[in-house]
Structures are given as C-alpha cells and as structure tokens.
C-alpha cells in the first residue's frame, strides 16, 4: 500500500460503524507478523518505542528522529496502516509543526498529540496538563503542518483521570471544533464517563487503557469508539522470549534442544524469504 492508501483505509475505520483493536508493533518483524494475521491497523506507542530503541522506560527520553525513523522501518516492511503516539509533539507547538513533517513523510496514517506536560518538569512528581489554549495551538499547528490531508491527527487527552470530567468534556469540545480528526481519551474506567464524552462531541473515538468490564466492542462502538487499545503485551513477550532463550544457552543447553523456537518456516515467512528468492532469480542470475 502508498501512503495515501494507508491513510485512506484509517479514515475508512474512523467513519465506519465498528470498533478495532490494533496491533501493538515495535519493529519491522512484528509489523510484518501483525499483518499476515489480518490485522486491520498497527500501533507504535511512545513507550514501546523507548523499550524498543532505548531499552529505557517510558520518560520521554526518546529524541523525535529516533521515533520517526523507528516508524519508518515499521512502515517499510508492510505494516497495516500505522498509527503513532506522538506524545507531546517532542516540543511545543512548533516542534510539532516537526514532528508531523518527519511521521507524514515516515509514511504513517495517522498519530495522536497529547496535552500532558511532558516531559516531567522538576519538582512534582504529579501529572499535570497544559493549559487547554497551549493543546489547542499544539493541535493546530499541527494541522496547517500536514502535506497530505489525508494524514489523521488526534487530539489526545488524559483529563478524566488528572483533572475530571468537566476539564475533559471542555478540553474535548475545544479539540472537536479546532478541526481534529479524532480524539483520543486515557483514565476512562467507568462506562458513565465515556457516555459523556460522546455525548458532548461528534468526532471519532480511540482510547487507551480500558477495564475489562468495559472491553465490549459492540457497546464501544455504540459510543463512536473506532479503535481501542488493549496494551502492549506482545513485546513484553518477545522480551521474556530472548530472556526464555539466553537462559537455555548460558545454562548449557545445546542449540538443537532449545524449546520455545519456532520452526525455520516461521521466520522465513516473517522475512518474506520466498519473495527475496525470487528478486534473486529475477534480477541477479540472468
């Protein structure tokens, strides 16, 4: 798929009738994996990022070039369209006008921009937000930044959980009417919540961090939910993996009697060995 494609397919997702849950990717492997298994979107978070880039927790830590050039990878290997936490925008409102330069020509279909004060300044260890006219110029730079209006930008929001429902539904408002393409909210645990966050806008919904108790997609959807994040487990599991795996070796194991290794034909279809065979054939041996 072009980008353009990519960017078409999530704007498909956001004005359609369901909700999705993403892959949760952090290399070229995993986004290749995620889209033999069908999945519909992909999902490169900020914190997946510092783990897989840094091996460092989620601090903001990350610089804007080492996150865009990780989405890229992640694009250029057949991910299903990629969706990116881009944090605060690494900056303010111009360093965002950057950001969206950098994840549109990365070839992303679309990123969130968040109004958490990041990252944490000295002195309090509290969360704490932006004012609601800083987010605001941050969303709208980053519209007049993007080329491609295909591109999706989001308004994230932590508020119901930081400053409360009235900040959240007032902050949300504002991201609806400055021209957002979707809105993003953390810290919802109670369905109450969410019906009023729905109620008081028209834009489409993602959100991050659910209660199982709330985890019905057809009820989501009910509420304009198009996409929910379910964590990012898988490469937690892949780190436990090598771990699994390492530990074997050290501890003597010989390579034939590993267990937990795939079979070859796993990671020749992960690496698309089949089709490097045949660019071989076709354009070096004549």
Known sequence: MTASERRARLRAILAGDACYHPASLHDPVSARIASDLGFELGMFAGSVASLAVLGAPDLIVLTLTEFADQARRIVRAGAPPLLCDADHGYG?????????????????????????????????????????????????????????????????????????????????????????????????????????????????????????????????????????????????????????TLKQLRDGVAPGKLTGVPPAAFMKGATREAEYARWTRDFLEG
């Not at 989001?154 to 400053?163: C, Y």
């Not at 969410?194 to 991050?208: F, K, R, V, W, Y």
């Open 92 to 244: 303010n409102a111009l360093n965002v006008m950057r950001t969206v330069e950098e994840l549109e020509n990365a070839g992303v279909a679309g990123f969130s921009l968040e109004d958490t004060e990041l990252p944490r300044p000295f002195g309090d260890g509290s969360t704490r937000l932006i004012s609601l006219a800083e987010g605001l110029g941050k969303v709208r730079a980053g519209l007049a930044a993007r080329q491609d209006p295909g591109l999706v930008i989001m308004a994230r929001t932590g508020a119901p959980s930081v400053t409360g429902m009235a900040d959240a539904i007032e902050r949300a408002r504002a991201y609806d009417a400055c021209g957002a393409d979707a809105l993003f909210f953390t810290g919802i645990t109670e369905r109450a919540q969410l019906e009023a966050l729905s109620a008081a806008t028209t834009l489409p919904i993602m959100l991050g961090g659910l209660p199982e108790a709330m985890q019905d997609k057809a009820w989501l959807a009910s509420q304009r939910v198009k996409i929910a994040l379910q964590g990012h487990q898988p490469f937690a599991a892949a780190s436990a993996a090598v771990h699994a």
